[in-house]
């Protein structure tokens, strides 16, 4: 780190930056000593931070890394997309795997489009609140942040390592484009700066972060938000909510958490007319 890079932050206080000490550390003469893990700096010991007993500090880096660039990059409210990574774009619904995939590519476009009224809106803010955040991956995903791009927007992407990588789609903002380890944290993230939820078609991963939402507005850990839930005859098929509330395990309350729509404009209404936090 130079002079001309250093953050007036840097140059106020009277040690020096980590850079420079990493610098230093590997200016010295090759000794069995020097050469020992044990001599390495702590920071600059990937053997060490992957150690097992280090988890609570890898925690702690992957909350504090996107949150520190989100602050950075003056975003200070999101819209989160919820969707299947495996719903196609109406122009690939043909090779879908299944028909009912084929059909719900409508979805897609919805996405889009809900995506792009969203981003004009955060747009009028500077583009510091109502911003597009997705999972950055595929399907759902990829229809939002693609949504937020045709319209000039930035958008989030909160990727995460799986046994079959996926990248992220080409239309994350790729200062906003972050990749986890830990899906609690990334949950977190997803839900720290939420002014509305929109929840697609989708599946384990889809149903995983919905129950999440729900249940900390439930229990009022949150604040309550609008949960939108695109395609009522999908979500009713997989998930009787009177059920839950007719065997008393939630109560009649906690069926208004959701609201049923259609179509992007019916989406951006109620987000419209939600009461201001």
């Known amino acids: 780190m130079t002079d001309a890079t ?3 932050e840097d ?10 000490d990493a610098a230093r550390a590997r200016q010295i003469p090759d000794t069995p000593q020097t050469r020992s893990p044990a001599y390495q700096l702590a920071f600059t010991d990937r053997d060490f931070l992957l150690r097992e007993e280090l988890r609570p500090v890898r925690l702690q880096l992957e909350l504090l890394k996107p949150q520190m660039l989100l602050d950075e990059a003056g975003v200070e409210s999101t819209v989160v997309m919820f969707g299947g990574a495996r719903i196609p774009s109406p122009e690939n619904a043909a090779h879908a795997r299944t028909p009912a995939l084929a059909r719900l590519s409508a979805y897609y476009e919805e996405a889009r ?8 809106r955060s747009l009028e803010s500077g583009g510091r609140d109502f911003v597009i955040a997705t999972g950055g991956g595929p399907g759902v995903m990829e229809a939002g942040n693609l949504g937020a791009h045709e319209v000039g927007g930035k958008s989030i992407g909160l990727g995460i390592v ?4 996926q990248a992220p789609n080409i239309y994350v903002t790729p200062e906003l484009c972050f990749n986890f380890h830990y899906f609690a944290i990334r949950k977190m993230h997803f839900l720290m700066r939420a002014r509305a939820i929109a ?7 889809t149903l995983d972060e919905t129950f999440e939402a729900l249940t900390l507005i439930q229990t009022r850990r949150m604040a309550r938000v609008p949960v939108l839930m695109f ?5 009713e098929g997989i998930i009787n909510w009177k059920a839950l509330a007719e065997a008393g395990t939630i109560s009649e ?3 208004g958490l959701i609201h049923y729509v259609e179509t992007a404009q019916e989406a951006v209404a109620i987000i419209e007319s939600w009461p201001a936090p």
């Open 199 to 205: 929840i697609f078609p989708g599946g384990f991963g």
């Open 253 to 255: 309350e906690d069926l």
């Open 162 to 165: 799986l046994p079959h990588e």
């Open 6 to 8: 250093k953050t007036a």
């Open 113 to 120: 489009l809900f995506a792009q009224d969203m981003t004009r």
């Open 11 to 20: 140059r106020a206080h009277p040690f020096p930056h980590s850079d420079e």
């Open 231 to 235: 395609g009522r005859a999908f979500w």
